[in-house]
């Protein structure tokens, strides 16, 4: 019996040496296939990459979609849901209870910027209704990509300062109106210029002849700015005439106007019908009342005239007066 005994011990450690055999086996096979004669499995798979034929990258671009109409565009953004509309009223009120201080601040002989997401338009408007009850305002949009700031002071001194003969530059015309407003005589005590996008493309230039405006104390100017690096338009000496009390004004509101003239401006001289809805649509119910006036008078011309003459002309006293009426 010890002898039978014996040779089962002996056949029990050659069963586990045998198991340990086959573990070494199946851990060795196991690293041959981690790392393998191709080298490691990090290196597999750049070789694998790199033998793949062909390119999965799509070729679709944003040139291939169809491009939309500005009244395509302004029907589908219509369509977008409004969101957060209870906080965005509740903003608007804070907003609306700072008209009184920001009044008291430009009676102080400062000047308003108001920065901060969101279209600050509506509201700017809306300030300079409610302040301009005895003094003229002018609203002067910067983001028009062909806005033309001279044609603006123009206007402002053949019909606000009733000065006829309006030649010279933007400077020249600043300094004309700065000057008058400085005039003890003045039929004119104040007047208020609303600036949307004083960084915008077409006013970077002009900063200078702004600065001049806004240094007049009877001359109140309301500016916005979007850009992130707009201050850096303005030198020492211009933010000194400018005098800013800067404001946030974030509304949180789309920049549907501001950004709808981003595809207006075109290599083509001409503007086509679909060019001239989309400007009527942009402007005031006063601004089109003064269009209609004109507009059917020339075509009543038209039709009661010759139609080889041109275009008949209206003059602008008699423009004048029918626009006042």
């Keep these: 019996r010890p002898t039978a005994t014996g040779a089962q011990a002996g056949d029990d450690g050659e069963d586990d040496g045998d198991e340990e055999e086959e573990e070494e086996e199946m851990l060795a096979l196991e690293l041959d296939n981690d790392f393998g004669h191709n080298g490691l499995a990090y290196e597999r798979y750049f070789q694998d990459l790199h033998t793949t034929k062909g390119s999965k990258t799509s070729d679709n671009t944003l040139s291939k979609l169809p491009p939309l109409t500005q009244s395509e565009c302004r029907t589908i953004l219509s369509k977008v849901p409004v969101k957060h509309k209870g906080e965005l009223d509740l903003l608007e009120k804070l907003h609306r209870r700072q008209f009184r201080q920001w009044f008291f601040e430009m009676t102080c002989g400062f000047n308003l910027v108001f920065y901060g997401y969101g279209s600050k338009r509506r509201l700017m408007n809306s300030l300079a209704t409610e302040l301009a ?11 028009f990509p062909t806005l033309n700031l001279k044609q603006s002071l123009e206007k402002v001194v053949s019909e606000v ?8 530059t933007v400077a020249d015309l600043a300094s004309l109106i700065h000057g008058y407003f400085e005039s003890k005589s003045r039929e004119v005590k104040e007047m208020y210029f609303v600036v949307h996008n004083i960084d915008g493309p077409c006013l970077r230039k002009h900063q200078a002849a702004l600065a001049v ?8 100017l309301l500016a916005s700015i979007d850009h992130i690096e707009a201050p850096l338009i303005w030198d020492s000496s211009t933010t000194t005439r400018f005098n800013w009390a ?10 549907t106007v501001e950004t709808s003239y981003e595809n207006f401006a075109s290599d083509t001289t001409e503007i086509g019908p679909r060019g ?8 005031t119910e006063n601004t089109k009342s003064i269009f209609r006036i004109l507009a059917e008078y020339q075509i009543a011309e038209s039709v009661m005239g010759d139609a080889a003459t041109k275009m008949p002309a209206m003059a602008y006293s008699a423009y004048f007066a029918a626009c006042r009426d």
Excluded: K, M, Q, R
Excluded at 133 to 143: E, L, M, R, S
Excluded at 276 to 283: E, F, I, P, R
């Design 133 to 143: 009850t005895d003094a003229p305002a002018v609203i002067i949009n910067g983001f």
């Design 161 to 168: 300062i009733g000065i006829g003969d309006t030649t010279g």
């Design 246 to 255: 800067w404001h946030d004004l974030t509304t949180f509101e789309p920049y």
């Design 213 to 220: 405006l806004a240094s007049s104390p009877s001359i109140h």
């Design 276 to 283: 001239v809805l989309h400007v009527l649509a942009s402007l």
